[in-house]
């Protein structure tokens, strides 16, 4: 019995993935087309399954993959109560970025998340409703906010060209992830002083709802041997 591993399908995300484990004497390839959606491993009794990296996290929670590597940020925003149905295996050194909040670059007066709190407030008087943030991380944003004990905003859904909306109108300010903040500054938005929601990279996940029976845990130790050998 083999274990399933969920790796990103394409890009940058993949090929890093896969010399980060062909550093740890487990070969991958993807096999067949360009187009089709198979892969190979040799080194270890592993599944290869080619997976977006949105889909690995819900494949991990319904356990029907044994690991997966996605972005942390992905499994803490879809999976409610992540670290009771995953459990980390390793932090993979790539794939970093960081989900901040950010507001247009002409708030002068607006630094912190304490002033983000009064401008809601104060735009809410004004304006008759709540201060926009465009995010596709609700869960996260949500928690964060309220732990910062920021109110009188609402959460506008974005899946794409977040940093556009301030300048559309369609929000006030975003929660999105960055890895240099160019993209920000190119579209005239600033990070909150105390901004970052979470940093993120790649991490290789185990479900805990997987079927685990002596063979898979064979499997996962002999996985995890070539790792911390590594």
Known sequence: MTIRLGVPSK????????AWFADRGLDMRRSGSEREYAAEVAG?????????????????????IHLGVTGSDLVQERIPAWDQSVEVVAQMGFGHADLVIAVPACWVDVATLDDLDAVAAAFRARHGFRLRI???YHRLVRDFLREA???????????????????HGTAEAIADITSTGETLRANHLKILDDGLIHRSEATLFRARGAAWGAAERAALDQVIGL???A
């Open 227 to 229: 790792i911390d050998g």
């Open 11 to 18: 890009g940058r995300l993949m090929d890093k993935t896969f």
């Open 44 to 64: 270890a009794d592993v599944e290869l399954m080619l997976l977006s990296a949105g889909e690995i996290p819900r494949e991990l929670a319904a356990g029907r």
């Open 134 to 136: 465009a995010t596709k």
């Open 149 to 167: 004990g920021v109110a009188d905003y609402q959460l506008v859904d974005s899946q794409g060209a977040t940093e556009g909306t301030v300048a």
